[in-house]
């Protein structure tokens, strides 16, 4: 279970099923392999703290994205703490069936009143990634992307992300 509090309400998620571990593992590793490395290291471009399920403290609302990135010229060193106060400069929610509805609600809400500037929405089922940016504290959709089509998204535009393995493969058709 994941506990969060969302607006002084305590919300408690089941651990996800394959299809959104499966995602969110092949996205970490894409984004870890390439940006959670010094800037101007030769094996990509760096520059980023990307954690997994992170625990961050914004006021009363402590929230747990699947994913949080900060940029290593505002964050040098990443604190030695259990949890984050400093907002990131990237979140990304991998949505899943029982959990969607806070995702795009809440914790968007939340997520853009801390000042969040880039937020990505994961949907392994449809196989969709949403980007949005944050423009005068509202969110405007950057780009949708969908299926297997390879793709470039803001702030991590500077790989080519294969969104085909992200997903997991579907079971074939039953025959007649």
Same mark, same amino acid.
């Given at each position: 279970?994941?506990?969060?509090? $969302?607006?002084?309400? $305590?919300? $408690? ?17 894409? $984004? ?145």
């Amino acid at each position: 279970m994941v506990a969060e509090i $969302l607006d002084g309400e $305590l919300f $408690l998620s089941p651990r996800p099923a394959s299809p959104h571990v499966n995602a969110g593992s092949v996205l970490g590793a894409d $984004l870890n392999g390439a940006f959670h490395r010094p800037p101007g290291d030769p094996k990509g471009p760096g520059g980023w703290w990307i954690l997994f399920e992170p625990e961050l403290h914004f006021g009363t609302d402590v929230v747990v994205p699947d994913f949080a990135g900060w940029r290593r010229e505002r964050m040098p060193l990443l604190p030695n703490a259990p949890a984050l106060t400093m907002a990131p400069d990237w979140a990304c929610e991998v949505v899943s069936p029982t959990t969607g509805y806070i995702d795009r609600g809440r914790k968007m809400r939340i997520y853009a009143h801390a000042g969040v500037p880039h937020l990505w929405i994961v949907d392994p089922i449809i196989r969709t990634l949403e980007v949005y940016g944050l423009e005068g504290g509202r969110w405007i959709v950057a780009s949708t992307h969908g299926g297997t089509d390879p793709v470039r998204a803001v702030p991590f535009d500077a790989i080519e992300l294969e969104m085909a393995r992200w997903w997991l493969p579907q079971a074939p058709a039953p025959s007649s």
